[in-house]
């Protein structure tokens, strides 16, 4: 079935520089590719998606990429700040079915030291 | 003016009881799911339903049972608590089955002592 991988597990930055994280996912049917953010105690929150017929895609301080002949996707954060400290997960889902079914990675805590 | 909502956030409960997690979402969405997240903070999705159809079912134990009265609200009845079964669930909803985003609520956190 599909496989998410998420590195790194954990990131720690200081305030100001960029973060990267990146997934891998197994299913190349999959289309369909959010990050959500986790803060301690809330529900995690879509801060950006991008679907297979994009190649990059742009939110202010946050990117993300998608090469699908490689099957991974990535999100930049730049000039980070104190409150992007959190949990972040990126997903994938395919169409097929139309289930709606979002599998996701392990999560990566991002630390930003002030 | 909460969107997705669940009660209680906090369930503490001994091995064996049954209990219940209630999940109402007032934006008219047509899709709700149920997540488990383990304490490693792994997501995984239990339970979908589609205008009260359930579509998705995971390979989740039977003394689970997901009940859906209509599409604004997803309740999730858990029999025989297990220690494993302390986790956060989160109630999701999406406009629709497709790819839509979908909004979490809050969580519940059990705790089976």
């Known amino acids: 079935g599909e496989n998410v991988e998420q590195h790194p597990s954990t990131l720690s930055v200081q305030e100001g520089d960029s973060a990267v994280i990146k997934c891998t996912y197994s299913?190349?049917?999959?289309?369909?590719f959010p990050w959500y953010k986790q803060e301690l105690g809330k529900g995690p929150q879509l801060i950006i998606d991008?679907?297979?017929?994009?190649g990059e895609k742009k939110d202010q301080r946050i990117a993300v990429t998608l090469n699908k002949t490689a099957k991974h996707f990535s999100l930049h954060i730049t000039e980070t700040q104190p409150e992007d400290s959190a949990v972040y997960f990126c997903?994938?889902?395919?169409?097929?079915?139309?289930?709606?079914?979002?599998?996701f990675g392990q999560g990566t805590t991002l630390q930003v030291k002030p | 003016d909460t969107a997705v909502s669940q009660t209680p956030k906090y369930l503490v409960t001994q091995m064996g009881n049954d209990k219940s997690i209630k999940c109402e979402q007032n934006?008219?969405?047509?899709?709700m799911y149920w997540y488990k997240q383990d304490s490693k903070k792994f997501l995984k999705i239990m339970f979908s339903?589609?205008?009260?159809?359930?579509?998705i079912n995971e390979t989740v134990p039977n003394r689970f049972s997901p009940k859906s009265p209509d599409k604004a609200h997803l309740n999730l009845h858990i029999n025989s608590l297990e220690l494993g079964d302390s986790a956060v669930y989160f109630c999701?909803?999406?406009?629709?089955?497709?790819?839509?985003?979908?909004?979490f609520g809050p969580g519940t956190r059990l705790t089976v002592t």
């Open positions: 999701a909803s999406s406009r629709s089955q497709g790819i839509s985003e979908q909004y």
């Open positions: 299913d190349s049917a999959s289309n369909y």
């Open positions: 991008i679907r297979s017929n994009v």
């Open positions: 997903a994938a889902r395919k169409s097929s079915g139309n289930t709606g079914k979002l599998i």
């Open positions: 934006l008219g969405h047509d899709t």
């Open positions: 339903y589609n205008n009260k159809e359930l579509i």
